[in-house]
């Protein structure tokens, strides 16, 4: 596989259950980052890891906790989540050398809380 | 803090007509400038990129121009086809700062 790889592609979830999204990428980057994507707003960047260190956290709630194990992949796990939280979380990854990023994107995971 | 301001949409074309969609930005030195294109039920794919001042990026009959003077990024496509359809977005990344997205621009084109 190449690229960057998101499962699942679709997940619909209690506002009681405990699930997490993944993310993988085969590119060899540093840096991967977690983005919201809901309608008619927009996108948001969530988290940033680099090198697998947290590097931003821009006010996301605490229902929501990433995992960075290694520079190839990256978690979201999810807990009591609310209707308002469905949206498509898009992972991406880049090489961060200092310099501008250009971000290469998965598929997106489409999340919906009922 | 840096921002990007796009069109708002929806464009709707018909088939070989020409596109524009304006971007304009707002940024502390001297970002790279980004578009990507998101495709029904797909994440987002870089379409071009442009890194400093004048620069034009060009891809599959897009091009954008990077405009200091006027802080702008606009995108355009002599002939578009309905295989163009998909949402726009402009980006910008400054030094050691990841993507700062637009708000993005359907684009629906027809036969």
């Known amino acids: 596989e190449t690229g960057v790889t998101q499962t699942p592609r679709h997940l619909v979830m209690g506002m009681t259950n405990k699930k997490s999204l993944k993310c993988e990428q085969h590119?060899?980057?540093?840096?991967m980052y977690w983005y919201k994507q809901s309608a008619k707003k927009p996108l948001e960047l969530m988290f940033v890891y680099n090198f697998k260190e947290q590097t931003e956290n821009n006010s996301v709630p605490s229902r929501f906790s990433p995992e960075c194990p290694n520079s190839s992949h990256l978690f979201l796990h999810l807990h009591t989540l609310q209707p308002e939280d469905s949206a498509l979380y898009l992972c991406?990854?880049?090489?961060?050398?200092?310099?501008?990023?250009?971000?290469?994107f998965g598929q997106g995971t489409r999340l919906t809380v009922v | 803090g840096d921002s990007v301001t796009q069109m708002e949409g929806p464009v709707t074309l018909s088939e070989e007509a020409f596109l524009t969609i304006n971007c304009t930005y707002t940024?502390?030195?001297?970002?790279?400038l980004f578009w990507y294109v998101q495709y029904p039920g797909e994440g987002l794919q870089l379409l071009l990129k442009a890194t400093k001042a004048d620069d034009k990026g060009s891809n599959k009959g897009f091009e954008a121009t990077y405009r200091k003077e006027t802080t702008s990024f606009h995108l355009e496509k002599g002939s578009v086809q309905v295989s163009d359809s998909a949402v726009y977005f402009c980006a910008l990344s400054g030094r050691n700062t990841p993507l700062v997205f637009g708000k993005g621009t359907r684009l629906s084109v027809i036969a």
């Open positions: 991406a990854s880049s090489q961060d050398n200092g310099g501008d990023t250009e971000a290469f």
């Open positions: 590119l060899g980057h540093n840096a």
């Open positions: 940024a502390t030195g001297y970002p790279s």
